[in-house]
């Protein structure tokens, strides 16, 4: 479904992505990890040619992507994305919001004049249905939650009928319970309509979750391919090479106080964890088959 | 910098110069204060000797002449006709223009600039310029004044539009654009929402200035209230004119509480 092959982007002189080869299946959901400034964002921008690559061929569906403004259109029809801030228009009600998920394909000149054709309106209705949000269809979108409003953004993609889904960090701002929500509705669609889904995260245990398949990029490189369980600690270090010589910030200490001693972990770094062998550790209680 | 028990917090100043750059643009705004006080003439002493023909001249104002209302009815109707119908051709004339001179989404730098500067020179030239250039156009009457309102608001207007655009978040326009939206689709989903409250406001604001300049643009014939307060005038007959002065206040005062009143409204979220 996308070929992906020797993109380069260049922003002036730094170079964000060094010529990346990625293949993607149809139907597949796959997870990119990696940490901040690594590129994520850049490779999946490239992707619905939102930031124009430097240098590469990106093919979506047999078709080589290209500025023509016809031919965009047409591939931003079949890609969806989804954001980090959510990017949904605050003063629409959230039906209007799903609705623009229409844009692409609906009739330009009555869609100006606020009218769609009746079954874009019903497929809209069904998007919400299945985030769960249709008895706010008429409330405007900036009265609703952080969650809500990504599961606004989650309706809308699915309102384009897409073949491709690209989140990126869908679940940054969002809290674990609401997180886990968003994971799953976007997990849902990908298997209930077969829409192949590219997601950018941080959370290493939620790709461990849902993710098919994991690429970890780092400094503009892919680091590592492979399924979920073979997400070593070694593999994680590839990808977050400074994990563990972050240093904790100490409290002040006032003159001629003595330093505390190393704590072997720091309380709240979710990636700590105690020296293992070489096996995978869930993060969260062993047992639980994934 | 302490100062006994309290402490002076100033900001540091950054870059090369530092300190001394204050040295040098300190007195050169002063010169540029005294240049411009020099110029226009400022003169306490004056204004403290002409107080006495102030108090003279409000003398003769005083009382108003109530008789004279009846004469300003229709004078002050026909100005507030002459504001609404001023403010809806500016903003017919403003809307389709700002968009190409928001720098955002003018289709390209050559084109920002120079609708900018048509916005600039339509707002340059006074209204009363304007009216005069009508009046020879289309005749006395308050015509020339709606045509004169409406150009000159539109140049306000279309500036103050284009900045509310530029100063939208683009997270929603990106995502517009990402679902394959055309740049009109965009701009009628993802931009108009996000500025309609701004522009809404400033078009009130707008109509309330049209109806003060309404108030003279009787002046050079353009219809309004405006020829009667100067004719009283011209006439020595102030206490007209202080009828007209209160008509034209109590106008204004009326027009500024409905459109706080619709502002407010309209910022609780009426869709």
Redesign the interface.
């Known amino acids: 479904m996308i070929e992906i092959r020797g993109l380069v982007k260049r922003y002036g002189e730094l170079e964000a992505l060094h010529r990346i080869d990625l293949t993607v299946p149809p139907g597949e959901f796959l997870v990119v990890l990696g940490p901040s400034g690594a590129g994520k964002s850049t490779l999946l921008r490239c992707i ?1 040619r ?1 930031t124009p690559p430097t240098a590469g061929e990106i093919r979506v569906d047999g078709e080589l992507t290209c500025d023509d403004r016809a031919a ?6 079949k ?3 989804i ?1 980090q ?9 959230v039906l ?1 919001n799903v609705l ?6 609906a009739p ?1 000149v009555l ?2 004049l606020q009218i769609f054709p009746r079954r874009d309106v019903e497929l809209a209705r069904e998007c919400l249905r299945r985030v769960e949000l249709e008895a706010k269809a008429d409330v ?1 979108t900036d009265r609703l939650s952080g969650g809500q409003k990504q599961r606004v ?1 989650i309706a ?1 993609a699915l309102a ?1 009928q897409p073949k491709i889904i690209l989140a990126d960090e869908p679940v940054a701002s969002l809290d674990p319970k609401t997180s886990r929500t968003v994971m799953s509705y976007l997990k849902q669609a990908s298997r209930e309509l077969g829409i192949t889904v590219v997601c950018n995260l941080h959370q290493v245990e939620y790709a461990r979750e849902f993710a098919e398949r994991v690429v970890g990029v780092s400094a503009g490189r892919i680091v590592f391919d492979g399924r979920p369980g073979e997400l070593t600690d070694e593999v994680l270090h590839r990808i977050y090479p400074s994990l563990d010589d972050g240093e904790t910030p100490q409290s002040p200490r006032r003159a001629g106080e003595a330093a505390p001693a190393a704590s072997p972990w720091p309380a709240d770094d979710p990636w700590r964890r105690p020296p293992a062998p070489q096996r995978v550790v869930g993060l969260r209680e062993a047992g639980k088959p994934h | 910098m302490n100062l006994g028990p309290y402490a002076l917090l100033l900001a540091r100043p950054s870059g090369a110069l530092g300190w001394w750059k204050h040295a040098i643009t300190i007195p050169v705004a002063v010169a540029v204060l005294w240049w411009s006080a020099a110029g226009t003439q400022l003169s306490l002493a004056e204004l403290a000797n002409g107080v006495p023909w102030i108090i003279d001249f409000l003398s003769r104002m005083f009382p108003p002449n109530w008789g004279f209302l009846e004469k300003l009815v229709r004078p002050a109707i026909e100005t507030i006709q002459i504001a609404i119908w001023g403010t809806i051709f500016a903003i017919l004339l403003a809307v389709p223009l700002c968009f190409f001179a928001a720098r955002n989404i003018s289709p390209s730098l050559a084109v920002f600039h120079l609708m900018r500067q048509v916005l600039n020179v339509t707002r340059g030239i006074n209204e009363i310029i304007l009216a005069l250039i009508f009046v020879a156009a289309v005749g006395l009457g308050p015509f020339a004044g709606v045509i004169a309102l409406a150009i000159h608001g539109a140049g306000m207007l279309g500036k103050f539009f284009a900045e509310s655009i530029e100063e939208i978040d683009q997270g929603p326009i990106e995502a517009l654009r990402a679902t394959g939206a055309g740049p009109i689709q965009t701009i009628v989903f993802g931009v108009i929402p996000q500025v309609i409250t701004a522009w809404i406001a400033v078009s009130l604001y707008r109509f309330e200035t049209n109806l003060r300049q309404a108030t003279v643009l009787g002046m050079v014939g353009a219809g309004g209230i405006g020829f009667e307060l100067v004719g009283s005038m011209k006439l020595f007959q102030y206490h007209d004119t202080a009828t007209c002065i209160l008509v034209i206040i109590v106008m204004v005062m009326t027009a500024d509480y409905i459109s706080s009143k619709l502002r407010a409204w309209i910022q609780e979220g009426a869709r």
């Open positions: 619905n939102l965009l259109r047409a591939l931003r029809c890609v969806a994305m954001f801030h959510y990017n949904v228009v605050p003063r629409l009600s209007k623009t998920g229409r844009l692409g394909s330009s869609s100006w405007r953004g809308r384009q």
